[in-house]
Each structure stands twice: as C-alpha cells, then as structure tokens.
C-alpha cells in the first residue's frame, strides 16, 4: 500500500472514530434528558401559558403528540447540550491540516460563533417569545380561543432559536470575508444599506408574519454586523504562510 493510500484511510479511521464520539455524547446526554422530557415541554410552553388569558392552554391533536413532541425536544436540548463537545471533535480533526495564521484565526472564530449561537437562543427565550406571544395575546379577536397543537408550538419555538442562533453569527461571517481577502473594510462600510434591507427580508423570511418578531431579529443583525465592523479592523487579509507542524 502507498503512502498516500495509507494517510488517507488513516484519515478516514480517525473520522469514523470522531464521528463515533461525537454521536454517543449526543445519544448520552439525550438518554440524560430522557427523564425529564416532559419537564423541558413544560418549560418551553412556559412564555406562551404566560400570556395566555386565565384558563388557556396548549392542545395535541394527534393522538402519539403527547408523547413524541417531548421526546423531540429532549432529542433537539441534547444536540444544543452537546454540541461543544461534537465541535471539538470536528475542530480536532481539521486543525492539523490549518496554516499557523489559519489556527490562530479559527480558534477565536470557533469559539466566538458558538458562543453567539447561544446568545442568539438566550435573546430568543428570554426577550423574544415573551414579547411575541404578549403581542399575538393582545391581538387575538375577541370570542377567539387562542389554543396551539404542541408540535406546532415546538416547531414555532425551535424556529425561533435557529433563526436568532444563526443569524447572530453575522459578526463572525463579518471577520470570515475580511479574514479572506474577499472584501475590504470600505466594501463593507458601503454595504450597510444592502444589509439592513437583507436584514429585514431575512427576518420577514424566518419569523412569523408579525412586525414585532421581524423588528426583534432585523435590528439585532444590524447592530451585530456593526459589531463585526469593529471586529474586521483588527483583522487584515490572509497572508501566505507555511503550514503548521
């Protein structure tokens, strides 16, 4: 066997391997979570019970919702949980095949977008839903029982935390382009009307229909690629370097 054939199954044990530790930590902390499937949906129902009037409640109207939609959500908290550990993994894997300059840039970026997809969720449980569903509360016809299916409210909700976790990582997409040499710092200063307009279409895209939400996800992008702005001025284009031992 040559020496490239060789590297390169090599390379595909050691991902195998990866992949195998990064799917049972998952299966692991979901078995965890298990236990306490339905606390989480309880949990999660808790912003739209609060601005529910005196006496509303979630419905299921299939029959296994009951039981699939906790599960769901238990599945979808252990990925959350433990997807800092799967990113180790992946990093690990990729990090000796990186230039010097390229690991001492990718470090920063990996745990800065981690740390703003969760931030993006916290802005989203915290300020969002409450503000939202008091909104689509107050608006709701009089004579009109305001009463969700609970797999489409979880589906609402997991919407919700995708569309705030990914679209906080603007800064780090922000330093990514500049990092590369694609644009330069006036390209994106003169860019800005292109993103607020992309910004709102965005969040007319992945919220509801309602001003409130879109206005909660629209100006936060705008702020945050702000924030990446004054990211991009520490960074300059990638210079040409040997790879890393």
């Known amino acids: 066997m040559s ?7 090599s390379h595909l044990v050691e991902l195998r391997a990866r992949l195998l530790r990064a799917v049972m930590a998952v299966l692991l902390v979901f078995l965890a979570l298990l236990p306490l499937a339905q606390r989480l949906y309880r949990m999660v129902a808790e912003p739209l019970l609060a601005a529910l009037p005196e ?6 109207i299939d029959v296994a919702s009951p039981f699939f939609a906790p599960l769901k959500l238990a599945f979808v908290v252990a990925v959350m949980v433990a997807m800092p550990y799967v990113l180790y993994q992946a990093w690990a894997f990729v990090a000796p095949g990186l230039y010097q300059h390229e690991l001492r840039l ?22 969002v839903l409450p503000t939202v569903f008091a909104f689509l509360s107050a608006v709701t016809p009089e004579g009109v029982a305001m009463m969700t299916d609970i797999n489409r409210y979880l589906d609402f909700v997991l ?3 995708l569309a705030f976790g990914f679209c906080f990582e603007v800064p780090v997409a922000v330093v990514i382009l500049r990092a590369l040499g694609w644009v330069d710092e006036g390209q994106l200063r003169e860019a800005r009307p292109y993103v607020i307009v992309g910004a709102f279409v965005v969040a007319a895209v992945l919220t509801p229909p309602d001003v409130v939400s879109q206005l909660l996800l629209a100006i936060p992008m705008c702020l945050l690629y702000e924030c990446g702005l004054l990211a991009a001025r520490w960074v300059g284009a990638r210079p040409e370097s040997s790879r890393a031992d």
Do not use: H, N
């Open 3 to 9: 020496g490239g054939e060789d590297g390169f199954l």
């Open 159 to 161: 919407v919700i935390f």
């Open 106 to 127: 990718a470090r920063p970026l990996l745990y800065s977008a981690t740390a703003l997809f969760y931030l993006g969720c916290a802005f989203a449980w915290f300020f």
């Open 55 to 60: 006496g509303g409640q979630l419905i299921a």
